[in-house]
């Protein structure tokens, strides 16, 4: 099988060219991000970290750390003069192309936190693109570890949304990565 897994939406559009270099980078990081591996789960900030050279290589701002400076914050709303008043914070952007990126780990898996990244991210001035990263597996407590397939759970989730054409997401395209 072909690392690391995804799938572009709407399915009845060829992915853009920058879709092939990102997953280039996840690829390249496999050893690194593979939550495939028998040793447990990675955190989303490692997958990040390891993902992190070769985005900034491909032209993307990517969130360094916790403090305030290392965020990556992209406006929602201005408010008195053109001061933004809302802004998200999100793992990793590329100013040029309009494309926004989450890595999610635990909490993406678990909480569907795919759902909580396409509406904030749809509310995101200039978001002509969403990059969901979400764990092929996910491995959760120690006696007895329960897998969760983020992945294809968070696939069926946009199959469902682009089939059923009721809920109009306002991006160009999403890609789904599973790591």
Known sequence: MAYPSWSYFPSNTRPPDWVSELVGVVSTCETGVSS?????????????????????????????????????RRPVLFGENGKATVTYDVDAAHEALGIVVEVEAGRGARNNAAYRDLVRTSLILDARFLVLLMPLAYRYGAEK???????????????????SRRLQLPFEGVLLVGY
């Open 36 to 72: 495939n591996r028998a040793d447990g789960a990675v955190s989303s900030d490692a997958v990040l970290a390891e993902l992190a050279p070769g985005l900034q290589a491909l032209g993307y701002i990517v969130e360094t750390g916790k403090r305030a400076d290392q965020k990556v």
């Open 145 to 163: 570890p329960t897998v969760v397939a983020a992945y294809n759970e968070t696939l069926e989730q946009l199959r469902a949304i682009y089939a």
